[in-house]
């Protein structure tokens, strides 16, 4: 067994080796009960439970806000906890609900003294937010119609299930790890699950008539960026758990617990490479895996879309996705989900990890019908491009890395785009991301925004800098975004899209060629503003 260079702590390994991280629910509690506030240096471990401290704007209010994130196993909302979570959102966070690329809720405007009834109502519909977030094993994303899809290649529910309560069963072993730790299940044709940014992910394809899992490592986002490895080792359904459980040890015991910054599997997986990563995978779980020289067909990021109506498994259902405005949605939002759902027999929702979501099993005669009250609700099963696939993360409204305003920076460009360009029917994907960070995953997409300062001729200003070309597509035709250096306009964005159209669109070529053209070209932008 291999040995550990020893490093001196960060400071916030010192305070997570003092105690387990889970136990700060007893601070909670203690400061809803006692009146006496959590410790300064203990706040950051509130994240287990999916809280981090708000900004907020009104510097009149001197209350402690909270954003609240609360896991979705499998990205599904029953009826029930819809209508909950809708509840929640309008009662105890000012209405604000959110989607996100993991298919979590997030909450805002959250206060410590509440969180004993929201626990409550999250519990007695079965959700909750312990391992929301943390240095701990995230909610492992999944095709959202997984169970529901009628040509799947497997149904990974209880896949996830399994892993996610093994995780959560063995807190005390995995709550404790050098940073956080994203899993993907795929099971899927269109490979939603954007295994190629996890940092573990199973693939599922068919080798005749054995299904098998592609396993890649090593994968992410934010200033580390690294497209995920192949092990060239497939994974039977029954060794994901012990896959899963092995590198989430290993990077327990080798994970960097000195600088954060690079204290991610990808960073491992840098010191070590692939051969030493799989083999000490093989070495924790106690046998070989079978190697997997080719990798399956992956679908390509612009075809992952699940939206408008698709045949169920169940017969006489069918599934319609829909879009959300860059994943805000509201409590009043849900609790319209939740009427219309109702009203028409649908069993649910599953969120995607675009922050869409699916209307789960409703009946074909009823479609037309919750369709169009959707619509009217503010939920589009037939988007524009431009709201279909525009995602954006929480935004300097509440995020203290944030820089810029996201939210209703990514409405207001939908709607210009959609002006602009009434016809426009490509698959072109937007995020708009408040900082570097990254959480609406700018560097993926066709054209992404990150969040800056720029000096502009009445000094500095919050902007955006525009990154161009990202896309997924497996192992060997996935690239990050190139940043053009240039300031975020509406103007700009519609220079590049109008480019397209004269230079590709009109040429019939196909999206791959247009993607190499974006992280190549100088499209002449307005660069007098550039970023710091």
Known sequence: MMTKKIEPLSKLEILKASADPLLVIDDIYEEVNTGKKIAPERINLLKWYGMYPHRTSDWHDATDYYMKRIK?????????QIETLADIGINKARNFVDFTTRQNIQLHYVTIKDLPEIFNALSSVGISSRLASGDCPRAITSCPLSGYEHDEIIDTTDIVRELNDFFDL????????????????????KHCVNHEIQDLAFTAFKEGDEVLFDLSIAGGLSKSQRIGVRAKRYVKKEEIIDVSAAVARIFNDFGNRHDRSRARVRHLYADWGIEKLVDTIEEYIGYKLTYGENEPKITPYEQRGHFGISKSKTSGK????????????????????????????????ALT??????ALNVPSDSADELINEMRIAGFN?????????????????????????????????????????????????????????????????DIGLVGTKVKTENGRENGFEIFVGGHLEGSERSFFGNSTGIKETPENIKKIIASWIKEY?????????????????DFGLDSANQPL
């Open 72 to 80: 979705i196993v499998s990205g599904k909302l029953n009826l029930k």
């Open 170 to 189: 063995n807190s005390t072993a995995f709550d404790n790890l050098p940073r956080k730790f994203k899993i993907g299940i795929s099971g899927c044709q």
């Open 318 to 349: 069918v599934n319609i996705g829909f879009a959300t405005n860059g994943g805000r949605v509201g409590g009043s939002g849900l609790k319209s989900i939740h009427a219309i759902l109702s009203r028409y027999g649908g069993e649910g929702i």
């Open 353 to 358: 990890t675009t922050q869409n979501f699916i």
């Open 381 to 445: 099963a037939s988007p524009s491009v431009f709201k279909a696939r525009t995602q954006s993360c929480t935004g300097v409204d509440f995020c203290k890395f944030a820089v810029s305003e996201t939210k209703d920076f990514a409405s207001t460009l939908i709607k210009f785009l959609e002006s602009e360009f009434s016809d426009f029917n490509e698959p072109l994907s937007i995020s708009v991301a408040g900082c570097t960070h990254g959480c609406s995953q700018p560097t993926i997409v």
């Open 505 to 521: 669109i009109s040429k019939k070529e196909n999206f791959d060629s247009f993607s190499k053209y974006l992280r190549a070209k």
